[in-house]
Each structure stands twice: as structure tokens, then as C-alpha cells.
């Protein structure tokens, strides 16, 4: 089920009605179900993967807890194998095997495995991740294994955050499945403002977007460089408000049933360098890597090469979890090599800055940091969004030697694209200044009435109703 | 407090949606003004083929429709008056659609089909177009059937006074500015195109078989039996287009077998001269330019006329 669908405006009134009707020692079993009911929307029969991993995970949180020495560590082993077990099978059997043919028929091979003829379960990157993090935090200790089968079910299968994130922490979310939520005015009116800015970011921006990014990117070979540049920037901007536009929605609507989930994107493109950047884009993975993989491998309490290592290693197995795609991956490890250059390079470019002057002027400085991530972010978003590596070398190649005028197709299509950029633009800088969409946290209620007012208005007159799933679903 | 909370929700709410009610009553009633105030342009077209257009002879179609047919010169060999109601980016939907509403006001002699190459092939797109039609929900209300085939929830969502005009903002200033009349010259809905294409490269048009829309092809049907209950001669025409091996295109195969078993004339310009291999006809691989339009429209119009002198 779509957060951008009718289906989900009745699925959401319904549940979250019957959530403050119910009794709260029966309000898991409604979560638990209506959750199962909006998995089950998508493949049904993938609900029993989640099943399998939920099992395993459950146990294993309790033998973890009650073991100790190597015992402790084996049972951990046994969960992060089902967990990456799944993933690799699902996810990463039939990129293995297609680079095994590849590598066999250079030496005049054949590939005697077989390719699965099998669907990747929505979202199973992300409740694989989630499940990963209860069962690392149990053997932490920093979390109590769960003993209510029905609650840890629900932690890995909450809907609003089951398919795309945030990829929360049993910290943060189990214990607010034992809280009473009161029907509260304000949070409940928090939520739905998020829902409809997420809403508003999804139907206005990133799927008018999409329209036009996807006629270049499909048809690679008949674009120039421009209008490469110009697509690119599009999908810098449609991926954003795709997938932060879920995240707000999926936010809100836990908001409004009294969840607090946490915060997954924080204005990304106004960030003035790539380490900043990645503190601001999606969150709760990035965290997650940190926690999970760059400290485990040492952080920063290594040495200098093998701390450029683990950042580069982080971010390589961050564009595998993007997808099985060499682009994915590139794109991943791009990341890491602009991380690795900016702690090189920061001592240079501090002396450079202060000759050229440019440091002094405070306002211009941060303008042309936010510039030039911005840059090497979109960039790096050529991989993320080519079909292929082929495509992805003839985009550049594209963009570094060919001239000429942008493709502009339909005309209106390509002033809606730019209208809806600078508007997003404009209403986050000002979110990013004072604090607030529009004037959704103002003391007016008619100041606030009528920003509701401006983004459904615009949701009407030029939201795309016919637009497809989100980017993120398919990881 | 949490009753107070409900209430105070509950209250506020019922006005947010009476807010949200006038705002979409008075924007939607601003919008349907606008749009049928309206005296050029793509969307202005639609709507004076489904309300004004009387000619004897109606070309329906997508953009190859507009682009290929030049009224005037059909006009002129066939002594029969002639309207293009070819329309960019729409399918097969829209072209039954406007045959629909064209048939509740009077009777076409002649009913022209050009028939899109890939026309019965699944894609969702071809459903989403049908949104060309939902301004007319109300005024022509024959086009429900097939509005209601974008989805489920059609009705629901026409509940909104906005919601047949989303996207159309940016259409209807320049249909309300006449902007596309210096930009798109427009000749009884033929839209001719000056440019010649740059080289002469053909596309490949792969020759696969895919599964076939049902819907698609019933609507396919309905064309041919709408215009025989009606008494209508329906020509389905595949106007000429520059790409390899068009002439085995699956569901130009399949419109051709099915207007053969209907004994429709179906006339097939994939690999006639002078189309087939010159590309200074052409405005791109799929759209004739005015020049390739004139010999076209002269050729289809023979065609016709022929084939009312002799039916075969």
C-alpha cells in the first residue's frame, strides 16, 4: 500500500481511529495486524520471510541475553546470518551469479548456477537492518531482549516505518509500544502538518519531477551534456523529496498515534560539505552504519590509513545496500573517496580559502561550500540513477564533452519542474532559518490555516495523482 | 483533558474541511472558467471537437493524428468538409472518447482512425491520459465509462471541483494568452511541423509480440461497431513512419487482422513511397513534417475516395 494512494487516506483514518477507540493493552494487536494488512498489500506471500527473520530474531535476543562468553557471540552470529542470509538470497544472489558468468566466460566458462526467478520483498533492507539493530543492541546490553512475542513483531513490522525507514533502534521504539498515547491535540496536529509537507513533497515535486528525469535517463543515448546537468539536478531534487517525503509521512503518521520516530532528513542540500551532508541525509541509515560497522571496525581509534579504510569500506557496503548494481556501488564508494579527500584536503583548502580571501566573507563562503557539495552530491547521483554502468560512463562522458541547448520536451512540464524546485527551495530555507514549514508553528491560527491552504491547493492544481511508488521501496 | 483534545480536534477539523471544500468549490469553478474560455491551443481543441466541430469527415488519433492530416488539402480532393481531432499523447481511450461525445451531437460521413504503432500494448500511461477527458465529466457525461477507467476511485476523486483541471494551470494561461497561435499554427486541428529531420537514420521498431491490453483491444472493437450501428465508413489508417521493420508491428498486425475481420478498410502506409525511405518527409522518426503531411493527406484522401467509389 502507498502512503500516495487512496487506499492509504482510508487505511490510516481507520486505524488510527480505531487506535484511540481500543483499549491500550489491545492496541498492539490492532498495530500488529493492520500492519500485516499493509505489508500484505504488496506481495502477500513475503510476510512469511518477515515471519522467518522475526522468529529468529526474537529467540536469539533471548539466548543472547542469557548467555554469556562465546555462547553470547554465537547466538548474535546466528541472527546477523539469517538476517544478511535473507538479504543475500533475495537481494544479492542474482548480482552475484550474473558477475560469476560474467567472470566465467572470459575464460571461455559456462555458469553451472542457476539464476532464481524471484522478487526482492519490498522494503527488506530496511526491516533486516532494524531487525540487526535489536539483536547487536541486546548483545551490547544496551537494550533487554524482548518477551513479548507480539511486541517485537510489531517493532520490526510498525507500519508506518516498515518499508522505507527511518530504521529505527529498539532504544527508541519498544518501549513506546508499552506507553499509553493519549489523544493529544498538538501532536496529533504535528503529525498530520508532516504528513501533508511529505505529502506535498511526493505529489508536487519529486513525481513532477520524475516525469522529466525519466525521459532523459531512459533514453540516454539521444541526450547532450546540458541536459544531462539539468536532469541530474532534477533527480537530485526528485530523490529527495521522494524519499524525505515518505519518511515525513511516515513520521507523522506514527506522530499521530503518539510515536516518536526519529528524524531521517534535515534539509540535506543546504549542507556546506559531504561529512555534513551525510548528517542530514537519510539519518537512520547513516547512524546505523556508524554504529554498527564503522565503530566495529575501529572508527576513528585507529590509525589515519585504516580509519580512510573503514570511511571507504562504510560507504562501499552503504551503495551495496542500495541496490545490487555496480552503480549503486560506485556510487557508494564515490562518497567514501569525497569524504577521505575532504579530511585530506581540509588543512589545504583552509590555506587556500584565507589567500584567496574567500574565508573572511562568512555569507559568500557558506554559499560556495553549499554549492560545491551540492555539486559532488549530484554528481554522485548519475550512478544512483543510470540503469547501468554503461549508461552512467555516457552521461558523463556526455556532460564533459557535448554542447547545446537543453532538451526541454514540454514546455510546461519543464516550468513546473523549476517552479516546484524553487519553491521547495525557498520554503526550506526558510525552514532552515526559522525553524518552521510555512507558518505551520505559528501562534496565528489563520497564519496557519492558510499555509494548509497554499500546499493543498497546490496538491490539487499540480500534484501528479498518477505518479509511481517511491525510489526507496525497491531497496 | 483528552475529551477536550477530541472535541477540540473533531471541531476544528469539520472547518478545516469546510475551508478545504469552498477553496476546491471556488479554485475549481476559476479553473472550468478559464478552461472553456479558452480559444487555442491542445486542451481548446479537445473541446472543440467534442462540442463544435461538424465536419463530415473526423480524423482521430494521437499527435501522428495531428501532425499528418492536413484538412485542407483532404478538404479539396475530397469536396468533404474535414476536422483533425488528432491529439498528442493519447490513446486509444481518448480517440473512442471523442467519437462518443462527436456522435450525441451529430453524425461524421467518414470516421478516420490512424492507428498508433504499440497502440495495444499494456502501459499504464495509456489509462492516465484519459485525463484529457475528465473536464467534460459533467458536460458529457457518455465519457464516465471510460473515465473510470483510470481506477477505482474516479468518482470519489470527481468529487473535487479542482481535481479534473490538475496539471492544467500552465495550459489553460496559454490557451487564455492565444501563445500557441504564434507557436502552433493550427489548421482545423492539423498542427503542421516545419522541421526536417537531421539525418537519416532509421529507428528500430523491435519486432516482439507482447501480451495484448484487453481493454484496449475492446475499445478497439467498440470503434468499429459504434461506427457500423451508426452508418458511419470507418477507414483505420497506419500513416507512414521512418523506422526499421514497422510493417511487422505487433499491434499493427493485430489492429489489421481485426479491421479485416470486420471488413473495415485498413490501409497500411508503413512501406509505401515516397515514406519509406525518404527522411526529408519526416519532422522526426515518428511525425511526418508539413511537406510528407501534404503528400500524405492527398494520399489518404485518394484512398477514401476510392474505396467510397468502389467499396470493396
Known sequence: MLFNSFEFVIFFFVVTSLYFLVSHPYRWILLLLSSCYFYMAFVPVYILILGFTIIIDYYAGMLIEKSTGKRRKIWLIVSL???????????????????????????????????????????????????MSYTIEVYRGNQKAERHFGIYSLYVMFYPQLVAGPIERPQNLLFQFYKEHKFEYNRVIAGLQLMLWGLFKKLVIADRLSIYVDSIYNNAEHHNGPTFIVATVFFAFQIYCDFSGYSDIAIGSAKVMGFDLMTNFRRPYFATSISEFWKR?????????????????????????????NLFFVFLISGLWHGANWTFIIWGALNGIYLIFALISQKYRDRFNEFLGIARNRQFHKILQILVTFALVCFSWIFFRAANFHDSSLIIHRIFTTGGSVFIGNMFLFIYCILAILLLLGIELRQELKGQILYFNSDQLVLRNISYMFLILLILLIGVFDGGQFIYFQF | MEKMDIIKFIKRTLLFFLAVFLLDFTAGHAM???????????????????????????????????????????????????????????????????????????????????????????????????????????????????????????????????????????PVINGNLGLDKKREPEIKGFLPLDAVMADSVKKNSARVEYPLDSMKLKTYEKIISTCKEAGISLFIVFSPAYLDDIISNYSVTI??????????????????????????????????????????????????????????
Open chain 2, 32 to 170: 472550468r472558467y478559464f478552461y472553456f474560455k479558452q480559444n487555442s491551443g491542445s486542451l481548446y481543441r479537445t473541446t472543440f471537437a467534442l462540442d463544435s466541430t461538424k465536419a463530415e469527415v473526423l480524423v482521430i488519433g494521437s499527435s501522428r493524428a495531428s501532425r499528418h492530416y492536413n484538412p485542407e488539402v483532404m478538404q479539396e480532393k475530397m469536396g468533404m468538409s474535414v476536422y483533425n481531432a488528432g491529439q498528442k499523447g493519447n490513446h486509444i481511450f481518448y480517440h473512442y472518447g471523442i467519437l462518443k461525445a462527436v456522435l450525441t451531437r451529430y453524425k461524421p460521413k467518414v470516421v478516420v482512425l490512424d492507428l498508433l504503432y504499440d497502440e495495444f500494448k499494456p502501459e499504464q500511461d495509456s489509462y492516465d491520459r484519459i485525463s484529457t477527458l475528465l473536464p467534460y465529466y459533467d458536460s458529457h457525461p457518455e465519457l464516465m465509462e471510460l473515465i473510470q477507467l483510470r481506477g477505482p476511485y474516479e468518482t470519489i476523486k470527481l468529487r473535487s471541483r479542482l481535481y479534473p483541471y490538475n496539471s492544467l494551470i500552465l
Open chain 1, 81 to 131: 546470518a539469517a538476517n544478511i542470509g535473507v538479504l543475500a538470497i533475495f537481494k544479492y544472489y542474482n548480482f552475484l551469479n550474473d558477475n560469476l558468468t560474467a567472470l566465467l566466460s572470459g575464460i571461455g566458462k559456462s555458469n553451472p548456477i542457476p539464476y532464481l526467478k524471484i522478487l526482492l520483498p519490498i522494503g527488506l533492507s530496511f526491516h533486516t537492518f532494524q531487525a
Open chain 1, 281 to 309: 541525509w537519510h539519518i537512520s541509515l547513516s547512524t546505523w552504519f556508524k554504529d554498527y560497522l564503522y565503530i566495529s571496525l575501529g572508527g576513528n581509534r585507529v590509525t589515519v590509513p585504516r580509519m580512510y579504510f
Open chain 2, 255 to 312: 489492429g489489421r487482422e481485426m479491421a479485416v475481420k470486420n471488413n473495415v478498410p485498413f490501409f497500411d502506409f508503413a512501406e509505401s513511397a515516397p515514406f519509406m525511405n525518404d527522411y526529408k518527409l519526416y519532422s522526426d522518426n515518428v511525425h511526418l513534417n508539413s511537406k510528407g503531411a501534404a503528400i500524405f493527406s492527398r494520399q489518404v484522401a485518394d484512398s477514401i475516395l476510392n474505396h467510397l467509389k468502389n467499396p470493396r
